[in-house]
């Protein structure tokens, strides 16, 4: 089946630093990818969009200039999260459409980010 | 918008028991997809079933199956037999059958199994 990674699983940085989180389709071409951000015991929300080759489309209330997402490539999207403040501490789940199974999506493991 | 309502916060089941986890949807399109997806502690992301909305049979997957009722924008979980590793968080999720759209996940059940 198709499998989505995620790098790194977790990862703990300082405050005032920028982290960046990878999001791989590894079997499969994926045109478009989603960023999801989930607190503790909430569902998951939708931050952005990212398309290959143009600029991410962030849903209402999502800070493009922190939150920014490159998808250079049809299996790599990246969302870097800049100055990163303790309120940034979160879950961060990709999902990446495949394109050649009309655009069935499938997750990645997750990415446990925590802001000191 | 596209909204996905789950009323129950949290559920439980007895092992080997029948449980039933409800979801309500309000939409204007006509054709899309429907999901119910398991999330362990893990946090990991797991498919359980998927209804298309223009088909009217149910889907089932083994011990899973849905009640979809179109009309309503219902569209409920039953889980039979239900195993110890069953509990976990359970999300109703909507997404549009245009190409490359995003999930609308309810607030999810989590869901209890009693030995």
């Known amino acids: 089946g198709a499998v989505v990674s995620q790098h790194p699983s977790r990862v703990i940085c300082k405050s005032g630093t920028s982290v960046k989180i990878e999001c791989r389709s590894l079997?499969?071409?994926?045109?478009?990818m989603f960023w999801y951000r989930q607190f503790p015991k909430q569902s998951l929300m939708l931050m952005a969009t990212?398309?290959?080759?143009?600029?991410?489309?962030?849903e209402q209330g999502v800070e493009k200039d922190k939150f920014l997402i490159n998808h250079a490539s049809l299996t790599l999207s990246t969302l870097t999260v800049t100055s990163a403040h303790p309120e940034d501490s979160s879950f961060y789940i990709c999902?990446?459409?495949?394109?050649?199974?009309?655009?069935?999506?499938?997750f990645g493991p997750g990415t446990r980010l925590t802001v000191t | 918008a596209q909204t996905v309502t789950q009323s129950q916060p949290e559920m439980s089941v007895q092992e080997a028991e029948t449980v039933t986890l409800s979801c309500t949807y309000d939409t204007s399109e006509s054709d899309y997809y429907l999901f119910w997806y398991k999330q362990p502690p893990s946090r990991q992301m797991i498919l359980v079933i998927r209804?298309?909305?223009?088909?009217?049979q149910n889907a089932t997957e083994n011990r899973f199956s849905v009640n979809f009722q179109k009309a309503a924008k219902s569209f409920s979980l039953k889980i039979s037999d239900s195993q110890l590793g069953d509990a976990a968080m359970y999300f109703c999720a909507y997404r549009s059958a245009f190409a490359g759209n995003q999930f609308y996940f309810g607030t999810g059940t989590s869901l209890t199994v009693i030995p």
């Open positions: 209804q298309e909305a223009y088909k009217q």
């Open positions: 079997d499969f071409q994926a045109t478009t």
């Open positions: 990212s398309n290959e080759g143009s600029k991410a489309t962030y």
């Open positions: 999902s990446a459409a495949d394109r050649g199974s009309s655009y069935e999506q499938y």
